[in-house]
């Protein structure tokens, strides 16, 4: 593996010293196994599509997807945990397409695009700094195919004083500085003055979606994969046959409840690659080359600012010309031709390209209509986000924001502003208030 850090050779070792306690976990533990499994069925693409296992451990999931027709490359920290794995592969009768050891902030021994679906499903749970998590994240995005999907795993950050209560209701009482520092910051650190080998991130529920978001990810559901039974499943877990069944049903049903999310101890979130990411990023660098001036502008601008907003098009905003020679560019994606339209409400050489199924408008000069007539529409703010190493100029949040307030699109307003930077915020207003707006 080369050099790494302190925390991950203890993880290393952790999980070195006793892969079949890990393997294992899951049998304890089987309604967490059987609703996760129920949310891989539903939108994982079918067999035998090329998955990626990132942080599986002993192949608890990967033999079972196996089992199922994909083709599963197992990645993890553990050697010993890989070795396992390829025995329980054996014992099931099935050959996993990989074994590969590493740490899942890098996966550079993969090509981008090269998974039609990626699990990270135990990693995030040990990265202690939210920048190694969102490293993880963007490197588990990169090598899956635009489209595909993402199943995120945490821990939730309530799960250690529920677990107290449930085997260990003196912990508090012994330890509250160090449940104060788990309720406080999620973490678990080495060394902690309990004696646990255990080094952990603890996630808030509310921040699990939001955070996969800025990783480039779209969120479709959080699961809290124990449902109603969390710390209580015993007898459910003692089950078979339609008893079980109906168990696993209901405890599916409701994993999506956010309600429930702060009373499980494991978070599933399942996203998808956006493919508008790809599209805009082949679209930039054509731009750039092209030497044409351009805006990202309308949810794409604000998904780029890390909103979770799901992106159904794209919106382009640019002087009239550019707009023309963008449909020069890309003239076998027309579908309505660059031309002067109106609206009640917009005026702009408009026109409309097709990228695989994904709509890109393209506004030429934009005007809007108010009391005295037509206004052109200019950026009052402009920053450059970065897509995937490529610079993509767009509106700041807050003037997004503003935007949607006054066409009264308060939703999406309100959406945005937990994210944007108050004083710049209010900086927009006051200038809008002196120029009459």
């Given at each position: 593996m080369?050099?790494?850090?302190?925390?991950?050779?203890?993880?290393?070792?952790?999980?070195?010293a006793q892969?079949?306690?890990?393997?294992?976990?899951?049998?304890?533990?089987?309604?967490?196994f059987?609703?996760?499994?129920r949310?891989?069925?539903?939108h994982?693409?079918?067999p035998?599509?090329?998955?990626?296992?990132?942080?599986?451990?002993?192949?608890?999931?990967?033999?079972?997807?196996?089992?199922?027709?994909?083709?599963?490359?197992?990645?993890?920290?553990?050697?010993?945990?890989?070795?396992?794995?390829?025995?329980?592969?054996?014992?099931?009768?099935?050959?996993l397409a990989?074994?590969?050891?590493?740490?899942?902030?890098?996966?550079?021994?993969?090509p981008?695009?090269?998974?039609?679906?990626?699990?990270?499903?135990?990693?995030?749970?040990?990265l202690?700094?939210?920048?190694?998590?969102?490293?993880?994240?963007?490197?588990?995005?990169?090598?899956?195919?635009?489209?595909?999907?993402?199943?995120a795993?945490?821990?939730?950050?309530?799960?250690?004083?529920?677990?107290?209560?449930?085997?260990?209701?003196?912990?508090?009482?012994?330890?509250?500085?160090?449940?104060?520092?788990?309720?406080?910051?999620?973490?678990?650190?080495?060394?902690?003055?309990?004696?646990?080998?255990?080094?952990?991130?603890?996630?808030?529920?509310?921040?699990?979606?939001?955070?996969?978001?800025?990783?480039?990810?779209?969120?479709?559901?959080?699961?809290?994969?124990?449902?109603?039974?969390?710390?209580?499943?015993?007898?459910?877990?003692?089950?078979?046959g339609?008893a079980?069944?109906?168990?696993?049903?209901?405890?599916?049903r409701?994993?999506?409840?956010?309600?429930?999310?702060?009373?499980?101890e494991?978070?599933?979130?399942?996203?998808?690659?956006?493919?508008?990411?790809?599209?805009?990023?082949h679209?930039?660098?054509?731009?750039?080359?092209?030497?044409?001036?351009?805006?990202?502008?309308?949810?794409?601008?604000?998904?780029?600012?890390g909103?979770?907003?799901?992106?159904?098009?794209?919106?382009?905003?640019?002087?009239?010309?550019?707009?023309y020679?963008?449909?020069?560019?890309?003239?076998?994606?027309?579908?309505?031709p660059?031309?002067?339209?109106?609206?009640e409400?917009?005026?702009?050489?408009?026109?409309?390209f097709?990228?695989?199924?994904?709509?890109?408008?393209?506004?030429?000069?934009?005007?809007?209509?108010?009391?005295?007539?037509?206004?052109p529409v200019?950026?009052?703010?402009?920053?450059?986000?970065?897509?995937?190493?490529?610079?993509?100029?767009?509106?700041?949040?807050?003037?997004?924001?503003?935007?949607?307030?006054?066409?009264?699109?308060?939703?999406?307003?309100?959406?945005?502003?937990?994210?944007?930077?108050?004083?710049?915020l209010?900086?927009?207003?006051?200038?809008?208030?002196?120029?009459?707006?």
């Amino acid at each position: 593996m080369g050099d790494c850090s302190p925390v991950v050779s203890l993880v290393e070792q952790y999980y070195d010293a006793q892969p079949q306690r890990e393997w294992e976990r899951l049998e304890r533990h089987r309604t967490e196994f059987a609703v996760a499994m129920r949310a891989l069925q539903a939108h994982l693409p079918p067999p035998p599509a090329q998955v990626l296992d990132c942080g599986g451990g002993p192949g608890r999931y990967a033999v079972e997807l196996a089992r199922r027709g994909y083709q599963v490359t197992l990645f993890d920290l553990s050697t010993a945990a890989l070795h396992l794995a390829r025995e329980n592969a054996a014992a099931a009768g099935v050959a996993l397409a990989g074994y590969e050891h590493g740490s899942a902030t890098d996966l550079s021994c993969f090509p981008d695009d090269s998974f039609d679906a990626v699990l990270v499903m135990g990693p995030l749970y040990h990265l202690l700094e939210e920048g190694e998590r969102l490293q993880a994240l963007t490197e588990a995005r990169r090598v899956l195919k635009s489209g595909g999907p993402l199943f995120a795993a945490f821990i939730s950050r309530y799960a250690v004083p529920r677990w107290a209560a449930a085997r260990e209701p003196s912990w508090p009482l012994e330890y509250p500085a160090l449940l104060e520092k788990i309720l406080a910051t999620g973490v678990l650190p080495p060394g902690a003055e309990d004696g646990s080998s255990f080094v952990a991130h603890f996630a808030h529920p509310a921040q699990v979606g939001p955070f996969c978001q800025r990783a480039g990810l779209e969120v479709v559901t959080v699961l809290g994969v124990e449902g109603l039974v969390s710390m209580i499943e015993d007898g459910v877990n003692a089950l078979s046959g339609a008893a079980w069944d109906t168990w696993v049903e209901l405890n599916y049903r409701v994993a999506a409840d956010p309600s429930i999310h702060g009373c499980v101890e494991h978070l599933l979130v399942v996203a998808v690659k956006p493919r508008w990411r790809a599209v805009l990023r082949h679209i930039a660098q054509r731009l750039v080359e092209a030497g044409l001036a351009y805006a990202v502008v309308g949810g794409t601008a604000v998904a780029l600012h890390g909103v979770p907003l799901p992106v159904k098009d794209l919106d382009l905003m640019m002087p009239a010309e550019d707009a023309y020679r963008f449909q020069a560019l890309f003239a076998d994606r027309v579908v309505e031709p660059v031309a002067l339209r109106e609206s009640e409400v917009y005026r702009s050489h408009l026109g409309r390209f097709d990228f695989d199924g994904l709509t890109v408008e393209v506004m030429g000069d934009l005007h809007w209509r108010e009391a005295t007539g037509w206004v052109p529409v200019s950026l009052a703010t402009e920053t450059a986000v970065d897509l995937d190493g490529v610079p993509v100029p767009v509106p700041s949040l807050e003037e997004e924001s503003l935007v949607y307030v006054r066409r009264g699109r308060l939703d999406r307003a309100a959406l945005c502003l937990p994210y944007c930077d108050r004083d710049r915020l209010l900086a927009l207003l006051r200038e809008g208030r002196a120029a009459g707006i």
